[in-house]
């Protein structure tokens, strides 16, 4: 260190608590809450705990072992419900758990869906998910039903994550280029797309409420596969 970088006490002669493996996570939960989960650094962690980014490094690990505490951490806050509930009410009940928690923490859902649900606290949930499918019949199709239904939801929240991360504008462009086929009487598709981009509010809570329903949507079709694999 040079004789000009300021020297930082410690946290102890500062009258400070120690710092703890638990606050950090606490610290990098918060800053994705804020930014999302690819928007902070282990510096930005160590600034917002007034310590050295080694201090990180030493209690937690490097970024991606934070990353994977912080998911472990946002997974754990999703209510998971109980073995006896049937199938379809268990998953649909467990994705739109899923997606208001997720939604809280952008990037986490796009984790889950490339990287997988590798975390502790997610383990209680795959084992119930599949149990409750192999319960209701599904047999060796039960591992590849949970992936099929859990993907399907939360890749939809990872784009509705990216889009208001990344595109912000990209909806009202979108229903611009599609309101000018309107009374495109040749093109009758593009005319009820275009109908539909004219009616549409652009009211921020008209434009959530249509996101949840669509969401909501997503889910009751792809158990409606699900259901038809069972069925056959």
Not at 37 to 58: C, E, F, M, N, S
Request: aromatic letters at 6%; glycine letters at 6%.
């Amino acid at each position: 260190m040079s004789a000009s970088a300021p020297r930082r006490r410690s946290r102890a002669s500062a009258g400070l608590p120690p710092i703890t493996a638990d606050k950090i996570i606490d610290a990098a939960v918060e800053l994705t809450a804020q930014h999302g989960l690819d928007g902070w650094t282990i510096r930005q962690i160590a600034t917002k705990l007034d310590v050295w980014p080694g201090v990180v490094a030493h209690h937690v690990g490097d970024r991606d072992a934070v990353v994977m505490a912080v998911t472990d951490r946002v997974i754990a806050r999703i209510q998971v419900p109980d073995a006896d509930v049937p199938w379809r009410d268990w998953f649909s009940t467990l994705m739109l758990e899923g997606r208001a928690v997720l939604r809280q923490f952008p990037g986490v859902a796009r984790r889950l869906v490339l990287v997988g649900p590798n975390v502790p606290s997610a383990l209680p949930t795959i084992d119930r998910g599949i149990k409750v499918l192999q319960h209701a019949g599904f047999g060796e199709h039960a591992t590849v039903i949970y992936r099929y239904l859990l993907n399907s939801a939360f890749m939809l929240v990872a784009v509705e994550d990216d889009r208001d991360s990344y595109f912000p504008s990209a909806r009202a462009d979108m229903g611009r280029a599609m309101a000018a086929f309107v009374a495109d009487t040749t093109r009758p598709g593009l005319a009820a797309a275009g109908a539909q981009a004219v009616a549409r509010s652009d009211d921020p809570d008209d434009l959530a409420a249509e996101d949840l329903a669509f969401f909501k949507l997503t889910v009751e079709r792809s158990l409606d596969g699900a259901q038809a694999l069972l069925n056959g």
